[in-house]
């Protein structure tokens, strides 16, 4: 049975907070097109498809039909001062949401990533082979909007490493030969060389971690090759 040792909270984070870009362009579009005159009403769900500029345009249409004067379409908007270069501009970017989509593995899914660079490896492309499902996730997998309702929801397994009962006994054996270690006042180096392999690298992911602090109260592991011990 697999044991979750660590989760990418960040990567996690990251993913969310980018996501949360789509609720700011309808809510800019939703204030851009009261500020165009709009006067209907607007919600997340009317504007799920990313419509701007017809809905601008289909509800001006309709107002200059009860305009007495008779205007062409283009003297109404422009006595008006009414324009649709923000909202086209926002459906732009928006659209470009609509086309989004993510592959992930089911859990560990940073590693297996890791394992595709590496799969003319024959050790890599062997643990690839043991990859569980990868799945393609578009926008409306991870926002559910319903009227004026607009909610995240990422899956947290992918984003979690889990490993088996061998590199668990492995990653609980480095702490015990560090605890043991730094009781007999061992030098540093002499400590982190033997396990240096499965250590973070401090700068692998531009994080302020450290894969052994010099005090020995701190272990952040490599999982890219604690996983890779079968």
């Not at 040792?5 to 996690?12: G, L, R």
């Amino acid at each position: 049975m697999n044991t979750k040792v660590y989760n990418y909270s960040t990567e996690y984070n990251n993913l969310i907070n980018s996501l949360s870009t789509v609720k700011n362009i309808l809510d800019d579009a939703k204030t851009e097109l009261k500020k165009q005159r709009v006067s209907i009403p607007l919600n997340y769900e009317s504007l799920k498809e990313g419509n701007f500029v017809e809905i601008f345009l289909n509800y001006h249409k309709q107002e200059l039909q009860n305009d007495p004067a008779k205007p062409t379409f283009e003297k109404y908007l422009d006595y008006r001062g009414l324009t649709d270069v923000s909202l086209q501009k926002l459906e732009n970017t928006y659209k470009g949401w609509l086309n989004f989509k993510k592959d992930f593995y089911k859990y560990n899914n940073a590693f297996y990533f890791f394992c595709e660079y590496r799969k003319q490896d024959p050790k890599y492309g062997n643990l690839l082979s043991k990859a569980p499902a990868k799945k393609t996730y578009c926008l409306f997998d991870f926002i559910t909007i319903k009227k004026d309702n607009f909610k995240i929801q990422v899956p947290e397994d992918p984003f979690n490493v889990y490993v088996n009962n061998t590199q668990l006994k492995f990653i609980d054996n480095v702490k015990k030969f560090v605890e043991v270690s730094k009781s007999l006042n061992l030098d540093y180096k002499y400590i982190k060389a033997p396990i240096e392999p499965y250590l973070l690298k401090s700068d692998m992911y531009n994080t302020n971690q450290v894969g052994l602090s010099r005090d020995l109260n701190e272990i952040n592991f490599d999982y890219s090759n604690i996983l890779t011990i079968e």
